[in-house]
């Protein structure tokens, strides 16, 4: 997975909703088949998610999200969506690596028998249980194809009602699940950890405080569930110019101590030494991979 911004949730059953997606400028569109779709809508959803995916395929990133495999729709899901045009499946509520080795092993099949090349299929993990957040790193390194991991912190969604903590604008009640995600993601070498939804799509304050907080945690996008939430997000999960100007800077400076003999110097007051200069390449190539989509 390239690093997203901003990942809009549509109803994989609500063709009207699908057909204005593209145009509110999210970075990737999550078809959704769990659980924004009614039970009884979910063959009718599988069936229009796939002429979607076809519709769409050549001009948005497109991801789908399953039912998860305790469900038994997993299968049906799979064989109507994994399709060319798909860039992957992201499914809900991982508790185990076993669980994601099934899920691939599935993917697998389902690319064979659909005459897609082995492994095309992206796969986005969900943590939404204690169980899945305790494994976090497992769950990350069973499956070459997992691109992004994401924390689930909806204010009474799945992980919050596990855990039996009480959601808050402050979300010191996610700080350690959050930073355990981040982290165990990053170790197992995944670049584009993920944010989970901020549920009240009125809130644009509070929105804008997680997303921020988010950022600062080392996450590098996060998932949507309305259009109002696309700019600011996609504002907050890009380096802003000042950030771009000062990484530019170090990098001059320290190619230009190098010149003379020395790999370490300062910018603003701030020793500059290889590690920083790490971290500044780093983010200027974010910035222009994102550059890169406008």
Not at 132 to 137: F, I, L, N
Not at 229 to 253: G, M, S, W
Request: proline fraction near 4%; charge should be negative.
């Amino acid at each position: 997975m390239s690093i997203l911004r901003s990942l809009l949730y549509t109803p994989g059953n609500r063709p009207k909703m699908m057909d204005k997606a593209p145009g509110f400028g999210a970075d990737a569109l999550i078809f959704d088949l769990e659980d924004t779709v009614p039970v009884d809508k979910k063959a009718e959803g599988r069936l229009i998610t796939g002429e979607y995916i076809e519709k769409f395929k050549n001009d948005c990133i497109l991801y789908v999200r399953v039912n998860g495999m305790s469900t038994g729709l997993l299968q049906e899901d799979l064989e109507a969506v994994v399709i060319n045009g798909l860039r992957g499946v992201m499914l809900p509520k991982a508790s185990s690596p076993d669980e994601v080795r099934t899920v691939d092993a599935m993917i697998t099949a389902v690319e064979q028998a659909h005459g897609l090349p082995a492994g095309k299929i992206e796969l986005g993990v969900g943590l939404e249980t204690a169980k899945g957040v305790y494994s976090a790193y497992e769950i990350a390194t069973a499956s070459k194809r997992i691109s992004s991991v994401t924390i689930g912190i909806a204010q009474d969604g799945d992980l919050l009602t596990d855990l039996g903590c009480l959601w808050s604008d402050e979300g010191i009640e996610t700080l350690y699940v959050r930073s355990k995600v981040v982290l165990e993601t990053r170790a197992a070498g995944i670049e584009n950890p993920l944010d989970g939804v901020h549920a009240n799509f009125r809130d644009q304050a509070g929105l804008i405080k997680a997303s921020q907080l988010a950022r600062r945690l080392g996450y590098r996008g996060k998932k949507l569930i309305h259009p109002s939430q696309v700019a600011p997000v996609n504002e907050i999960f890009t380096p802003t110019a000042d950030e771009l100007d000062y990484y530019r800077r170090v990098l001059d400076t320290f190619n230009e101590a190098l010149t003379k003999g020395s790999a370490s110097t300062s910018v603003d007051g701030k020793l500059i030494d290889y590690a920083m200069v790490v971290n500044a390449r780093k983010v200027l190539s974010w910035a222009e991979g994102l550059a890169a989509k406008e």
